[in-house]
C-alpha cells in the first residue's frame, strides 16, 4: 500500500511535483523553431535571458541567433527534428525510424556542430520517433556522449517514450507541460499563459513551449513583466530540471528511510 503511495508521489512529481508551502512557483519557456528568420530570432535572443532558444539544425542562422543568444544569457537547445506520424516533410539533420544506432550517434553529432554553445535538447515533431522505444534508446545512448547534455520531451504525442528513455539512460530530463501557441491567436496565447501559471501554482513548476510567431512575441512582451505580481518566477530549463529531480529523490529517499519504516512497523 505504501509503495502505492510513494509511486503516486513519484509520478506527480515527474509531472511537476507538489508545491511546498514555502516555495515560489517557477516557470521556465522554450521558444524553438529557431534559425529560419533571422529578425524573429534577434528578437527572441532579446527577451529576457531565462527564456531559452531552441534552435534547428544547419538552419541558415542558427549560429547567429545562437551566438547573440549566448551574450545575453541564455540557455540554447538543439531543436532536433523527427520523423511524425503524418509524413511531415523533415528539416535537415532529422532522426528516422530507419536509422541505426550508429546513424542516430553521426547524425546527433553533426547537428551539435552546426549550433554553438548547446546545453540541452527538446525533439521538433516527432510524433512517430518519440513512440518508439527502440529510436528512443539509441537516441538517448547518442545523448550520454556529449557531457552535460539536457533533455526536455516536447510531447508531440500523448504516446511518447522520450522522456522514460532519457531518465533510463541517466541524462538530466524534463517534459513540456503547455503549449502556448497551439492555437496561435492573442487570446488563446493568454488562456495557455494562464494554464501556465496555473500548472506552476499546483505542482511547484511548469514548462512551456512556444515559437516564434508575431503575436506570441507580443504577447509575452506584454506578460512577462506582471510575473512579479502573480507571484511566479521565470527561471532557466535547467533549473526546473534540478529542481523536479531533487524532488524525485527526496521522494525516493523518504519511502526508504529508517523513520518511514518504523512509522509503518508501528502501525497495528
Known amino acids: 500500500m505504501r509503495f502505492n503511495v510513494w509511486l503516486a508521489g513519484l509520478l506527480l512529481v515527474l509531472a511537476g511535483g507538489p508545491l511546498s508551502a ?11 523553431d529557431l534559425g529560419m528568420q533571422y529578425n524573429r530570432g534577434m528578437q ?4 529576457p535571458a531565462e527564456i531559452a532558444c531552441s534552435i534547428l539544425p544547419h538552419s541558415p542562422y542558427a549560429k547567429d541567433i545562437a551566438s547573440q543568444a549566448h551574450r545575453q544569457g541564455k540557455e540554447i537547445l538543439l531543436h532536433l527534428p523527427m520523423q511524425t506520424e503524418q509524413g511531415h516533410l523533415l528539416e535537415a539533420g532529422a532522426l ?6 550508429q546513424d542516430m550517434i553521426n547524425v546527433l553529432r553533426q547537428d551539435l556542430a552546426s549550433i554553438p554553445y548547446v546545453q540541452g535538447i527538446n525533439n521538433h515533431m516527432g510524433s512517430l520517433l518519440t513512440q518508439r522505444s527502440q529510436a528512443m534508446d539509441w537516441l538517448m545512448y547518442a545523448v550520454k556522449q556529449h557531457d552535460k547534455l ?3 520531451d516536447s510531447r508531440t504525442t500523448a504516446a511518447t517514450v522520450a522522456l522514460q528513455s532519457a531518465r533510463a539512460h541517466r541524462i538530466p530530463s524534463t517534459r513540456r507541460d503547455v503549449f502556448l501557441d497551439h492555437d496561435p491567436r492573442p487570446q488563446a496565447i493568454r488562456i495557455q499563459l494562464k494554464r501556465l501559471l496555473q500548472h506552476a501554482r499546483k505542482y511547484g513548476s511548469a514548462v512551456a513551449i512556444g515559437h516564434p510567431h508575431v503575436d506570441t512575441l507580443k504577447v509575452l512582451s506584454e506578460w512577462l513583466p ?3 505580481a502573480e507571484g511566479v518566477q521565470l527561471v532557466p530549463v535547467s533549473s526546473i530540471i534540478k529542481q523536479r529531480e531533487n ?16 512509522v509503518k512497523n ?3
Open 247 to 262: 524532488r524525485s529523490h527526496q521522494i525516493w529517499h523518504a519511502y526508504w528511510s529508517p523513520s518511514q519504516k518504523a
Open 226 to 228: 506582471t510575473l512579479e
Open 96 to 101: 528516422t525510424v530507419a536509422m541505426s544506432r
Open 22 to 32: 514555502a516555495r515560489q512557483p517557477v516557470i521556465a519557456i522554450i521558444i524553438d
Open 266 to 268: 508501528s502501525k497495528q
Open 44 to 47: 527572441v535572443a532579446r527577451l
Open 150 to 152: 539536457y533533455f526536455v
